[in-house]
Nanobody, 121 residues
Framework: VQLAESGGGSVQAGGSLRLSCAAS????????IAWFRQAPGKMREGVIC????????YYRDSMKGRFAVSRDNAKNTVYLQMNNLKPEDTAVYYC???????????????WGQGTQVTVSS
């Protein structure tokens, strides 16, 4: 099982980024994928999760309306669309799975290496 994030970078506040999570070594179709993030000096927190059926679950209400998740099973890829980014969104973003079909993914067994997102004011 491997997950690989990409798409991070530096943007100004109000900007957008789309992160990708490429999955390999397992069947993405039947599994939920979650996005987490960890800012410097802070604990890792859940961002959003998408189930095998495409249902979405936010770990925090503050992310509703700005973050969205989608999946393309044919490409074995899950996407995190982030809009109206704020400096407090600066973090390393990770995708993860526990090889279960439904959200939430709480204690994922498999993680990507992370991708840095930096939002400047």
């Amino acid at each position: 099982v491997q997950l690989a994030e990409s798409g991070g970078g530096s943007v100004q506040a109000g900007g957008s980024l789309r992160l990708s999570c490429a999955a390999s070594g397992f069947t993405l179709d039947y599994n939920a994928i979650a996005w987490f993030r960890q800012a410097p000096g802070k604990m890792r927190e859940g961002v959003i999760c998408i189930s095998e059926s495409g249902d979405t679950m936010y770990y925090r209400d503050s992310m509703k309306g700005r973050f969205a998740v989608s999946r393309d099973n044919a490409k074995n890829t899950v996407y995190l669309q982030m809009n109206n980014l704020k400096p407090e969104d600066t973090a390393v973003y990770y995708c993860a799975t526990d090889l279960i079909p439904n959200c939430p993914v709480e204690r994922a067994a498999y993680w990507g290496q992370g991708t840095q997102v930096t939002v400047s004011s």
